[in-house]
């Protein structure tokens, strides 16, 4: 689930060259909130949308299944510079409210827009995901479905890992654009053994070379949010989760008239945003060394060594 993270976050360990700070206390009580509310998350997505019955068996692989998600959001906390330094947009909402509004309606807008083509065209209803609940018990299922699309695959499992790491040290080398071919090629093969257990042509050569082609826009999609966002992780795994939330809600989506939809959307923020050129280089989104220079952490680190005296 959080392979790309948990190896973003072992690089970072492995190259950072400061010393640490803050106090191990404000750690892990930053872990066990992190662990509390991933277990409440988990257990709320298995209870009202799996309906599977609570168990003593059950709750044992939860509260030991949750930990590796809570890790990598707690490690936004770390005392570790490097690793602080690059999952700390994580969890940092203040003056990303906008743009998360915007991560939220986009991908279900552009859903909608295709439902509604569809069912222009064929003169069809809009087909909904078969849950007898309406109104706001519907909407709880929604919020719980979201978080937990939220929690245990789309933010701290994936974009943690491709638009968190890997993309600003692709855009320290080139453009948006082709960071997005690069990461595109990871991104599907990611995917390989869940798509071999839902049963998809894993091994046919057309089923890759259309499952590239369907994923570029996502990917395009995505690096457009981070980017504009200022590196934000938070932003990147809000849309993520909202398009697969929404997907969720939609099954029967004609995913043809979809894929089209949201190329048009990527296609218009490639031109508007000029993704074919390099950001500049003190860009939030492109990566560089992390120098010591922010007085707030120079006094934590002094604060430190004090106290060890």
């Not at 662990?35 to 988990?42: D, E, H, I, K, R």
């Not at 049963?199 to 499952?211: A, D, H, L």
């Not at 590196?231 to 997907?247: C, D, E, K, W, Y």
């Not at 860009?283 to 060594?305: K, Y």
């Amino acid at each position: 689930m959080v392979g790309p993270a948990l190896a973003g976050i072992i690089i970072s360990w492995i190259i950072n060259t400061q010393p640490k700070y803050g106090t191990k206390r404000a750690y892990w009580i930053a872990s066990l909130i992190a662990w509390v509310v991933c277990t409440l998350v988990f257990l709320a997505n298995n209870t009202f949308i799996n309906h599977a019955p609570l168990s003593p068996i059950l709750l044992i692989f939860v509260f030991i299944s949750v930990i590796p998600v809570a890790y990598v959001v707690s490690m936004a906390r770390s005392r570790i510079p490097a690793v602080k330094s690059y999952l700390s947009s994580l969890i940092q909402l203040r003056g990303m409210w906008g743009w998360s509004l915007l991560a939220i309606v986009l991908f279900p807008a552009l859903i909608l827009s295709s439902l509604l083509i569809v069912s222009l065209l064929h003169q069809s209803p809009i087909d909904i995901q078969q849950v007898p609940e309406t109104g706001l018990v519907l909407i709880g299922l929604i919020v719980v479905k979201f978080l937990y699309q939220f929690f245990f695959f789309n933010a701290t499992g994936e974009e943690t890992g491709w638009r968190g790491f890997a993309l600003p040290r692709l855009q320290s080398l080139t453009s948006p654009l082709v960071a997005c071919l690069v990461l595109n090629l990871c991104w599907g093969p990611w995917h390989f053994f869940l798509w071999m257990a839902e049963g998809r042509p894993v091994f046919s050569f057309e089923f890759w070379i259309q499952t590239f082609l369907e994923l570029f826009s996502g990917t395009v999609t995505l690096c457009w949010f981070y980017n504009r966002s200022r590196g934000s992780i938070l932003v990147a795994g809000i849309a993520h989760a909202a398009a697969n939330t929404t997907l969720w809600l939609f099954p029967n989506l004609d995913l043809t008239v979809f894929n089209w939809t949201v190329t048009a959307a990527a296609l218009v923020m490639i031109l508007v945003d000029r993704m074919w050129k390099k950001l500049p280089s003190d860009h939030p989104a492109v990566f560089r060394e992390q120098v010591l220079d922010d007085s707030s952490e120079r006094a934590n680190i002094s604060q430190l060594a004090q106290e060890r005296i």
